[in-house]
Structures are given as structure tokens and as C-alpha cells.
């Protein structure tokens, strides 16, 4: 988010000094390298490096050029679930001990309510002037993989700050988005998003910016355990998920997005959020309770995926599965808190063999998996070829345009288990798979006997039709 935010902010026109205290992450950048997987961020780098987006490791020089101070530092979980704030502490202390005219100094990492009055109150204590800061909370709203669009094209700006002078500095920065200006150039990023341009700017006080991160994210993960949980009793009754949310999501008080049914969500927001926002509200004297829920019907969606794949194959140990998808969604080489690689390690342990196919993050996952049962397939239809079943766990795209065909001709057994609802039930069923999904009922070929007798007895109990 540091890296995507401090190419955004050159991209409209300001000048950026992006520091971090990893000497290597530094050198790598300034050796024009790109160190993580995100659309159009090469682009930038490509364009901003070396001019008005430079990179270092020395703050205290970093500080004295600039007017606004943005901390985007990692808030990690600690042992009990709440934010550990000991980087963002660290790093305020240093800011404080350099400032020698008035500078703002923006939260951008996610962090629980009062953070902002904490990092006032060391830097105060660390000798910074009481008029010579402001302390303001500016959350992002990025998407991994969508960053970039995310960040130039946003659905609103939040701006929280406690003085005008703060607020009215934040909303110059923002003013090329703001007031459109951004939108006339040329050779700009395009607007993958669809949001409205120009973006308002909501301006609030910092406490109510810290919550609005932390609601934010916790009503999207409510809304994916909701429909988990719809899904669930989809499957019971032999209804269709995919209906069921067009139905419920055309209401335009409840919306399309973000009701996807799946393995449940992952990444290195919403898990560490959901526990941070519920553990600030039992602070403040509150018992979010339905936070609990949504965390458990999340932990529960993976569990259910394996009893889907045991129903299919009936045993696992020894089992040749091909799994596509590593990384906790599409388009991002990200696997902090995968559910994929959660379902990878409980396979491993049931004694499956498994080839991984994933267009980004295999080497990631290859340093966290156990490197005994598993290996790493170049294509989706390598990691089929002699598989007993293909089990589909990340929404890249590439997966849900797979030569279904070709696959079929790849794999022992024509199985797929898709935790990510990418192919149509009714078109899987008329390529000859045996194909089950989330919410939807499990479907087989009808128009040729099973294969290898025995073998897929139990795939055909259940639902299947
Ligand atoms: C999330 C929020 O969407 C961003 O607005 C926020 O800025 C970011 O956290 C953050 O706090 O930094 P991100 O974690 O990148 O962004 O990914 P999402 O697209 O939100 O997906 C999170 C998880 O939910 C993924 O595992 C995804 O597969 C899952 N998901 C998402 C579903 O299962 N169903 C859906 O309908 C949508």
C-alpha cells in the first residue's frame, strides 16, 4: 500500500521520497525493480523513478523536505487479536524528533480508533512542537491486484483531521483528483473501477476515519460471510446461489459486489481487521458479537470445502489432486492468509499429492508449503495431466476461461471441485465433469456412463443429479 500510494501521489503531480528502513527493498527499487505483483504499478514506477518518486532509507532527510508525512507502516496482529502498533509508535518517534516547521502526519496504515491522539502524545513527548504538527488519519481503500485504479479512481476520499490547516493541506493533495484535473491528462491509467470522477472528499475527524477503515472493511467481510452462509442453505435446499444473489443484489441498497459465496476471504486485511475492530470494541466496553460470527462462518467455509473434496473422491490418502490457485484471491502474488493455501496444507496432511498451478504466486507458497507432497505445475492443464481431480482455489481469471475439453482429455477422472463458482454448473455437466461448486447443486455428465467403476462411487451420492 506505502509503495502503490507513493507512486499514485508522484503520478498526480507531487513529489514523493518513499522511505524504508529495509536497505535491500530500497536498492531493489531504486534498481528499478518491481517488488510486488500489481496492475499498472510498473508503469508508474517506470515513469516517476529517479524524478519526482525517489527512494531512500534516510528519514530524517525525508522529513525535512517534505509538508506532509504519510505512515504506512505494517499493523500486523499480535497473540490476543488487536493491532500491534509498536512500528507505527517507532516510527512517529523518529518523525518527531526531526520536525522543524509545521508538517502533518497522515495514518495511512490501518489502525484502531485513538491511534491517532497516541501518536500525537509521543511525539510530543519526543520534543515536536505542539503548533508544529498535525496528526491526521487519511485510510485507503486499495485492493490488492487493483491498486492503482483503486487509489487514482476511488469511490471517496477520507480525510480525517482535527484543524482546518490539516484538513485544508490533505485536500490540496488531493485536489488533482478532486477537481478533475488528473482525469483531462494525457497517458493517464485508465479507470478500471467505474467509479464516479471526480471523487468526492468526505472530511471528518480523525477518530471517525479510523472507524470508517475498520466498518468499512468489516461490513465487506459480513457481506461475504452473509452470503456464505446463504449459499449454505442453498445446497441444502437445491437452490442456486448465482440466482439468489442476482435477486438480492439488484436491490441497490445491498448491492452486487461483494457477494461472492467461495472458500472465504483471506489476505492480510480483513482476517487481522475483523480481529483489530473486534478487540477495539471490546475495549471501548462493546461485545461485537456479530464480528465473532462472521469470523467463524469464514473459518468454517474452508472446512466445508473439504468435505466437498472428500465427497467427491470419496478417500484423499494418496490421491492425485491438481489445484489452481495459491494466492488468497485473483490477481495478486499475495498468500498472507490464503484460504487456498490453508485447504493445500489440510490435503497434504490427509496424504493427497499435489501439483499447484498459480500465475503468481507458486514461489511464494513454495517457501511457506511443506516441500514434501507437492509440486509446482507451469500451466493449468500441466498440473491436470494424471490428476484424480481438479479443485479450482483462486479467482484468477485465466481459470475461469480454461479449454474445458483439453482439461478433460488431461485429467485420470473428470472431477472438478470449484470453490470459486468460475464455470457454470450446466456447462461443466455437458463436458463430461463431475462438477461441484459453493451454493449450487453438484452436477455430473448425464449422457455417458462413469468412468473406472468404483472409483467414483461416491461421487455420485450426494446432490448430484
Ligand atoms: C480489502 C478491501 O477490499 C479494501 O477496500 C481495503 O483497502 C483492503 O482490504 C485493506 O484494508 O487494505 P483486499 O484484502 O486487497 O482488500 O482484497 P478483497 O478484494 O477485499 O478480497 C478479500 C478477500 O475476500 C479475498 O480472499 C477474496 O477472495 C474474498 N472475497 C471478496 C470473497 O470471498 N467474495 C467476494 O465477493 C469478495
Redesign the pocket.
Known amino acids: ?1 506505502g509503495l502503490v500510494a507513493a507512486a499514485c501521489f508522484a503520478e498526480i503531480g507531487h513529489q514523493v521520497i518513499s522511505i524504508d528502513n529495509d536497505q535491500e527493498k530500497i536498492a531493489m527499487l531504486n534498481r528499478g525493480e518491481v517488488p510486488i505483483h500489481e496492475e499498472f504499478l510498473p508503469e508508474l514506477l517506470a515513469r516517476h523513478s529517479g524524478k519526482d518518486l525517489t527512494f531512500s532509507t534516510d528519514l530524517p532527510q525525508a522529513v525535512r523536505q517534505s509538508q506532509a508525512v504519510f505512515i504506512a507502516v505494517g499493523t500486523p496482529s499480535t497473540e490476543h487479536g488487536d493491532a500491534d502498533l509498536s512500528y507505527v509508535e517507532q516510527v512517529s518517534r523518529e518523525v518527531a524528533s526531526v520536525i522543524d516547521d509545521y508538517k502533518i502526519v497522515v495514518e495511512k496504515s ?1 489502525v484502531p480508533v485513538f491511534t491517532s491522539n497516541w501518536v500525537r502524545r509521543v511525539m510530543l513527548l519526543d520534543g515536536a512542537g505542539a503548533d508544529s504538527f498535525d496528526v491526521a488519519s487519511n485510510p ?6 487493483t491498486a492503482v485504479g ?1 487509489f487514482l479512481y476511488p469511490d471517496r476520499i477520507v480525510v480525517g483531521a482535527d484543524t482546518e490547516r490539516c484538513a485544508s493541506l490533505l485536500r490540496q493533495i488531493y485536489e488533482p483528483l478532486t477537481s478533475g484535473a488528473y482525469y483531462k491528462g494525457k497517458n493517464i491509467i485508465p479507470n478500471t473501477t467505474g467509479a464516479p470522477i471526480p471523487p468526492p472528499i468526505i472530511v471528518t475527524s480523525t477518530k471517525s476515519a479510523e472507524l470508517i ?1 475498520h466498518a ?2 468489516a461490513f ?1 467481510a459480513t ?2 460471510s452473509f ?1 456464505n452462509a446463504v449459499a449454505n442453505i442453498c445446497e441444502a435446499v437445491g437452490a442456486d446461489i448465482k440466482e439468489v444473489c442476482e435477486g438480492i443484489g439488484t436491490d441497490s441498497r445491498i448491492g452486487r ?6 472458500i ?7 482476517p487481522k ?1 475483523l480481529k483489530a475492530f473486534s478487540s477495539v470494541a471490546r475495549e471501548t466496553g462493546y461485545e461485537f458479537r456479530l464480528l465473532q460470527e462472521v469470523m467463524s462462518i469464514n473459518a468454517e467455509q474452508r472446512a466445508r470445502f473439504l468435505r466437498k473434496v472428500r465427497s467427491a473422491l470419496w478417500t484423499l490418502k494418496g490421491k492425485k489432486l491438481a489445484v489452481l490457485g495459491l494466492a ?2 485473483g490477481g ?1 502474488d499475495d498468500i498472507r492468509e490464503s ?1 487456498a493455501l490453508e485447504i493445500v496444507k489440510s490435503l497434504l496432511k490427509e496424504g493427497c499429492e499435489i501439483r499447484a498451478y498459480d500465475p503468481a504466486a507458486a514461489e511464494r507458497a513454495a517457501e511457506v508449503l511443506p516441500s514434501q507432497g507437492i509440486s509446482y505445475s507451469k500451466s493449468a492443464y500441466e498440473a491436470a495431466t494424471g490428476a484424480d481431480a481438479l479443485l479450482i482455489l483462486t ?1 484468477w481469471p485465466e481459470f475461469a476461461k480454461l479449454d474445458l475439453p483439453k482439461l478433460k482429455a488431461a485429467l485420470t477422472y473428470p472431477i472438478v471441485v470449484d470453490g470459486r463458482n468460475l464455470h457454470d454448473p450446466a456447462d461443466m455437466a455437458a463436458n463430461g465433469f463431475i462438477y461441484s461448486s459453493v451454493g449450487r447443486a453438484d452436477v455430473q455428465a448425464l449422457t455417458r456412463p462413469l468412468q473406472k467403476n468404483g472409483k467414483l462411487a461416491a461421487a455420485t451420492t450426494g446432490k448430484a443429479e
Open positions: 500500500m490501518t485507503e481503500f486499495l485492493r490488492e491486484g483503486d477503515k468499512s472493511n465487506l457481506k461475504i452470503i459486489r461483494f457477494l461472492n459465496p467461495g472465504g476471504y483471506g489476505g492480510s486485511c480483513f481487521d488468497f484471491k495478486t484460504p479467482d
